[in-house]
């Protein structure tokens, strides 16, 4: 248990709101990770943080922004939501040292109507 | 452009049946992982191989990196019905991100 946790794990949202996803960890890693799942294309990095106020883009950045104020939260911001972003997504952690290796949370179901 | 392609997508087969999925790709990796996700749950990592023609167990799982570093093997004996799941390969090639597979759903009938 990597001490991984997502809020909320649910949540239908109208196109254009804004809406904020958080990942709460519990053992002071400094690399996080935010991934969106769909059919067919497997997991795909939105964007990525090595420690606080130090982030990057991963593959399917466009439409979302992060921020890391704090090392245990990392939090990620569609800023104004579409239906092509009804997905779910997943925080990952990955420890220093080893070989890469990440550890997920359990998961944002988020749809949008 | 999918760097890792994973076959078959989807497999079904009887329990106590052996079986083989594959991780293929044309790029060379530093490392491959191996990981299970089951419904409404995030992915659990198995197993990390690093080295060209590395053998892994876990238990019934036998997990092969090719000896170029650009594919990997899954196989697994006596399947169960608990070995159901999305078997997910994700590639690193040194720097900070994983690149991931589409995945291989397998279910297996008890």
């Known amino acids: 248990d990597a001490g991984i946790t997502q809020s909320p794990r649910h949540k239908v949202t109208e196109t254009g709101t804004p809406v904020t996803l958080r990942c709460h960890q519990t053992e002071n890693h400094r690399y996080m990770y935010w991934y969106r799942q769909d059919p067919g294309h497997g997991l795909r990095l939105i964007h990525y943080s090595y420690g606080v106020k130090d982030t990057d883009k991963g593959e399917v950045s466009d439409g979302y922004s992060v921020s890391r104020s704090k090392t245990e939260d990392f939090l990620l911001t569609l800023e104004s939501a579409t239906s092509s972003q009804t997905s779910v997504y997943f925080c990952a952690i990955r420890p220093v040292g080893g070989s890469y290796e990440q550890y997920f949370g359990p998961g944002t179901r988020l749809t949008v109507t | 452009t999918q760097l890792l392609e994973q076959s078959p997508q989807f497999l079904s087969i009887q329990e106590g049946e052996n079986l083989t999925v594959y991780c293929n790709s044309s790029s060379v990796f530093s490392s491959l992982q191996w990981y299970r996700q089951e419904p409404g749950e995030g992915p659990v990592l198995l197993v990390t191989?690093?080295?060209?023609?590395e053998v892994k167990k876990l238990k019934r799982l036998t997990f092969q990196f090719g000896d170029a570093r650009k594919d990997s093997s899954l196989h697994i004996t006596a399947a169960q019905p608990g070995d159901t799941g999305l078997y997910l390969c994700a590639g690193q090639r040194g720097n900070e991100k994983l690149t991931f597979g589409t995945g291989t759903r397998l279910t297996i009938i008890p």
């Open positions: 191989v690093v080295t060209g023609g």
